[in-house]
């Protein structure tokens, strides 16, 4: 009998593990009921004057008639084999995938950059002692969860540079939307990069890439300045065979900007620049554009319409962290952006976590799953039928969000995060599979006619 009792005890034990392993899994491929309390990619401050108070140190720095989750299915078995990522190869440029610049190390810059990230204090000061200090220790120890294939490399590197052209194309994103400060800035724990655009540029080129803009905050930005910063982007950069600019189903060609942490400027102050009444207005000048802004929050949304953008995207790869960043508000977002005239770019990513960064933030963490994390933002992401789709991230190693080949390791004090089962390009295929049926399904959405051309789309200036 006792034996008989031992063995009842241990099923059951067994049995409420699994159900407890379940739940936890289930919780990362759905929103939270609740709205969490400190965003991925902001270093949290309390709300200020209406707005939050952003004192960055890491930057972010993305069915005709069949439902969400009949659109398609994909990934499980995507294939590690990649097809070519040159010229020959299929990419689609209504797929933007963000790319960051902003890593160096001793053999290439004389020293760790990014790589040897802070940890992140907590914004209250009462509990901020409770989590530890100090910054990362490259090469063992970086700031990631995981580990990059091509160890702590240099974004100056060509060879690194080559290969991520190579990765970005096999998962067939057709725009890198490339992280940019003006001349001289750059984010809290990095070097000014802007001199490697024409590099970048070059890269994307062989690789029949295009490169978009993803204009980051720094101390002074404003609708003036952002004026400036798209004046010398167009005149430096806009006549390269890889600059994108987006095209309209009527056929217009513009160039396409990213403004993030767009809330930070009112929108009265956006609307001089973005309304063709604005006192320095770029409608219908040769520096008109498509400026697409960050929405975070509901409240958001009429900040965008006032502020005369083209449309809004959302980059935060935690569901459920907020209202632009919760697959289930996507449907909706399209619906307030087609009655506005507005593009809407959901941003997708595979996972998150910066625990590495920000060791206080495990509540925002969202497992991977093996990839069905990443299927279900990519459901979520073609239910809305969107124009674009974004990729959060193709390498922001900080926040976990990455598609770049990752490997595993263990060092004496750390153990990485992988993609194991799948091999290191498993985020590669999955994306290009992905990227392939979205292609197909939007074909099939235009034939319907039932998706109007966008009300923003405006005449050739």
């Known amino acids: ?46 709300m200020t004057g209406g707005k ?50 902003w890593y160096g ?7 760790y950059i990014h790589w040897d990230h802070i940890l992140v204090p907590h914004w209250d000061p009462q509990i901020a002692p409770s989590y530890p200090r100090g910054r990362h ?64 540029l070059d890269a994307a080129y062989r690789h029949n890439l295009k490169v978009a803009f993803h204009i980051q905050p720094y101390r002074g930005r404003n609708e003036q300045t952002v004026r400036d910063n798209v004046k010398y982007i167009i005149d430096r950069y806009g006549d390269h065979g890889a600059f994108y600019k987006y095209i309209s189903s009527t056929g217009t060609s513009l160039p ?13 102050s956006w609307a001089e620049l973005l309304t063709p009444t604005g006192s320095h207005s770029v409608r219908g000048s040769a520096y008109d554009s498509v400026f697409i802004a960050l929405i975070v929050d509901e409240r ?18 935690s569901n459920g962290f907020s209202f632009g960043s919760s697959h289930r508000n996507w449907k909706a977002i399209k619906a307030f952006c087609d009655g506005n005239g507005l593009l809407f770019i959901p941003g997708v990513g595979p996972g998150y976590v910066d625990a590495s960064v920000r060791p206080w933030n495990n509540h925002n963490t969202r497992n991977r799953v093996n990839g069905r994390y990443y299927e279900t933002a990519l459901q979520a992401a073609l239910g809305a039928r969107p124009e674009v789709v974004a990729i959060t991230s193709f390498n922001e ?9 990752a490997v595993p390791r263990k060092t004496a004090t750390r153990v990485y995060l992988d993609y194991r089962p799948h091999g290191a390009g498993h985020y590669l295929a999955l994306t290009r599979r992905w990227a392939e049926q979205f292609h197909k399904e939007k074909a099939r959405w235009l034939a319907t006619g039932k998706d109007p051309t966008p009300l923003w789309v405006k005449a050739e200036p």
């Open 1 to 46: 009998m006792s034996r008989l009792r031992r063995k009842a005890c241990v099923a059951l034990f067994l049995f409420t593990t699994f159900i407890f392993g379940a739940m936890m899994g289930l919780r990362t491929l759905k929103p939270s009921d609740g709205f969490p309390d400190l965003a991925p990619g902001f270093e949290l401050q309390p």
């Open 52 to 101: 939050m108070d952003r004192r960055s140190v890491s930057r972010p720095r993305d069915a005709s008639t069949a439902s969400a989750g009949q659109a398609f299915q994909v990934g499980s078995n995507a294939k590690e084999v990649l097809p070519n990522s040159g010229t020959e190869g299929t990419v689609f440029y209504d797929v933007h995938i963000f790319y960051y610049t």
């Open 105 to 111: 190390n001793p053999h290439t810059d004389g020293r």
């Open 137 to 200: 220790t490259p090469p063992e120890d970086i700031g990631s969860s995981f580990y990059p294939e091509l160890d702590p490399y240099s974004s100056r590197d060509p060879d690194v540079l080559e290969s991520h052209m190579e990765q970005i194309g096999a998962s067939a994103a057709g725009v890198l939307v490339l992280s940019w400060y003006p001349s001289g800035l750059a984010d809290d724990n990095g070097e000014p990069v802007e001199d490697l655009v024409p590099a970048v």
């Open 256 to 268: 396409l900007f990213y403004i993030y942490d767009s809330y930070l400027t009112p929108p009265d």
């Open 300 to 317: 958001h949304e009429r900040d965008i319409v006032a502020g005369g953008f083209d449309g809004m995207y959302t980059y935060f790869a």
């Open 397 to 405: 190693w900080h926040e976990g969000t990455q598609i770049e080949r």
